[in-house]
């Protein structure tokens, strides 16, 4: 995938939809384009949180450790932003990342991550959106669960 290829996609993200394509092609460049085959793990639950990433191409499997075992919680693909709580939270990894299949990331640092907070606050407010986006199909969940 070109460069051109990868500004085009980061600007289909909701998360990144009003950036110039001149920034995206900064956060482009700098971001590390990573390839993880099936059953590869970006990250694993507990891990420091040391940068976000963007699904270029493929799926991964989002995993939690549970008292009975590791169990799938969310499934990512193409254009879906992962890892950015524990960097915007400064806390461990909340879940493990697993690749189902190939997989082509782009990898944003959290300090990359946090100067295109701070120069695009639109992007804040995008984050803030999917979060509690998140929050609320975890609500749903858990009230679907509670009442089996």
Request: net charge negative; glycine share 6%.
């Amino acid at each position: 995938m070109s460069l051109n290829e990868e500004v085009e996609l980061l600007r289909k993200i909701p998360l990144f939809a009003k950036i110039e394509p001149s920034k995206l092609k900064l956060l482009a460049f700098t971001s590390e384009r990573l390839t993880y085959q099936s059953g590869q793990r970006l990250f694993q639950q507990g891990d420091v949180g040391d940068a976000a990433y963007i699904i270029i191409d493929g799926e991964a499997s989002v995993r939690i450790r549970t008292d009975g075992g590791e169990i799938q919680v969310a499934e990512l693909g193409k254009g879906d932003v992962v890892g950015e709580i524990a960097i915007l939270c400064d806390v461990p990894r909340t879940a493990s990342v697993e690749a189902t299949g190939k997989l082509i990331t782009l990898r944003i640092t959290k300090e990359l991550f946090f100067r295109l907070i701070s120069e695009f606050p639109q992007i804040s407010i995008e984050i803030m959106r999917e979060l509690a986006a998140r929050l609320e199909r975890t609500n749903v969940q858990l009230r679907e669960a509670l009442n089996r």
